[in-house]
């Protein structure tokens, strides 16, 4: 069973910066693309970065780029999110997943990930 284990998250205040990292386990994750996700109360969850399954290929939303930076390390499992510059916008409960076994790259559309973790919260204040 797969399991994610997302960690990092705290309160910081605008132009500050905090690193998410995501455990997972349960799969070969060295063989899946990997994406980060937010949801703030009361708004959909939206894609916020994914990187393929090396690393050599990485997306984002709009909203991030610049500010934002995922990376992974396959020996540990783990997918990080550095945010730099963080924005009282960028409030949100944050996520990680793999992407669904056979799709490739590095997808935005989120119903190409499955497997959720519990999410970590950050909370920018102005």
């Known amino acids: 069973q797969v399991q994610l284990v997302e960690s990092g998250g705290g309160l910081v205040q605008a132009g500050g910066s905090l690193r998410l990292s995501c455990v997972a386990s349960g799969r070969t994750f060295s063989n899946y693309a990997m994406g980060w996700f937010r949801q703030a109360p009361g708004k959909e969850r939206e894609f916020v970065a994914a990187i393929n399954w090396s690393g050599g290929r990485t997306y984002y939303v709009d909203s991030v780029k610049g500010r934002f930076t995922i990376s992974r390390d396959n020996a540990k499992n783990t997918v990080y999110l550095q945010m730099n510059n963080l924005k009282p916008e960028d409030t949100a409960a944050y996520y990680c997943?793999?992407?669904?076994?056979?799709?490739?790259?590095?997808?935005?559309?989120?119903?190409?990930?499955?497997?959720w973790g519990q999410g970590t919260q950050v909370t920018v204040s102005s």
């Open positions: 997943a793999p992407v669904r076994t056979g799709v490739t790259g590095a997808p935005s559309r989120i119903p190409l990930y499955d497997y």
